[in-house]
């Protein structure tokens, strides 16, 4: 018998905002925009003050975040508190959907899902990453090598947005992964008005006759935050959007933000000229997609993840993580305004074709709908 009640949507990610990062950021578009089309959303996640979020019912578990605070990882220990939750909230559900094998709520929710015969999905967000750290490598590797495995092996679909973790996923579990680009908030992340940077600038006390170099994320080696200090020069300046590293530098064309909200973020692409983001091992990542949509030149690390995606390298630098090589490409573009308003047209024009969240959320209701076999969900 079938009924037509909302489809029952769990989606388990360890963060979720206003924690800020590019995991939550896509788990909360995801649930927002399900919930949207009509779906009835939970997201499981860890602990964090309560908001109010577009029609998604966030459950949030107490954890211990020590981690992060001590190393930079970003990695929760969840309380027992987890196991009750994941029992109630899979017998609810008619589909499970984890964001990433990586982390303790994926691990619980999953294994929960394979016991109950849930259907089970996942987004693979990242392949291993290269951390200066031999612990945090090694504890990658051994989650990957176990309770990764399994869950890659017991999904019904895996979702990635770029081939390197396509062919990362596939060594796991022998089958194909998906490619799903993210979406973008076109509405947020959009290209600046006439004279709306120089106010922007004012409001955070940046330069109005500098050019700007944006970065947005942790400033961890990941992400190339140390390569992009490195690669500063007095042709620009640098402004970097997230929590402040311990030391920071004393140079005036350093510019520190802090962590932001997405509204402040969205701003901040639009009042500066250039975004940098050196990182390693992420492919197509998030503020590269926000950054495109909003307009600006793009910099960044040539990934073997783009390849997909036919990118015209001729409107986006995509360049080796060396910091002579990106101190030369800024100062390039620092010089050459023409060159960087024909890349920030390329880029909104391609965010605008290929970035769409009703798209991204109709393939998964589809994914999801096929693996209960019917067009109705169960009553």
């Known amino acids: 018998m079938t009924s037509s009640r909302p489809l029952r949507i769990l989606l388990v990610s360890h963060y979720y ?4 990062g590019g995991i939550e950021n896509v788990a909360a578009q995801q649930a927002r925009t399900l919930a949207a089309r009509g779906a009835d959303v939970t997201v499981l996640t860890s602990a964090g003050p309560p908001v109010a979020d577009h029609g998604v019912r966030v459950v949030r578990v107490p954890t211990f975040n020590g981690v992060e605070s001590r190393t930079g990882v970003p990695f929760p220990v969840f309380g027992p508190r987890l196991f009750r939750a994941v029992r109630e909230w899979v017998r609810w559900a008619d589909v499970v959907h984890l964001h990433d094998t990586l982390y303790q709520s994926s691990w619980a929710a999953g294994l929960r899902a394979t016991r109950t015969g849930t259907p089970l999905f996942l987004t693979q967000h990242v392949a291993v990453v290269e951390h200066p750290s031999t612990v945090v490598r090694a504890v990658q590797h051994a989650v990957y090598r176990s309770i990764g495995r399994r869950l890659f092996r017991a999904s019904r679909e895996v979702f990635v947005v770029n081939d390197s973790v396509a062919v990362f996923v596939r060594g796991f579990r022998g089958s194909n992964a998906e490619l799903l680009p993210n979406g973008v908030d076109t509405a947020r992340y959009r290209p600046a008005s006439a004279g709306e940077p120089g106010l922007l600038r004012e409001r955070w006390g940046l330069p109005a006759d500098r050019v700007l170099v944006l970065f947005v994320g942790r400033p961890v080696p990941k992400k190339g935050y140390d390569l992009l200090l490195a690669a500063r020069h007095h042709d620009y300046d640098l402004v970097f959007a997230g929590d402040p590293p311990k030391h920071l530098p004393a140079d ?37 997609q926000e950054a495109m949509a909003s307009g600006l030149p793009i910099v960044t690390t040539d990934d073997p993840g783009y390849a997909s995606y036919g990118l015209d390298r001729t409107q986006v630098a995509l360049i080796p993580r060396d910091a002579a090589i990106l101190r030369t490409t800024l100062r390039s573009l620092a010089a050459d305004p023409s060159r960087r308003e024909a890349m920030g047209r390329y880029s909104a024009g391609f965010a605008a074709a290929q970035f769409s969240w009703p798209r991204h959320a109709q393939r998964l209701e589809e994914s999801y709908r096929a693996a209960l076999g019917t067009i109705e969900v169960p009553a």
């Open 17 to 20: 905002p206003p924690h800020v």
């Open 252 to 288: 005036p064309a350093v510019h520190h933000l802090g962590a932001l909200n997405p509204g402040e973020i969205s701003d901040l692409y639009r009042a500066c000229d250039v975004f940098a983001l050196p990182s390693t091992a992420e492919g197509f990542p998030l503020t590269v």
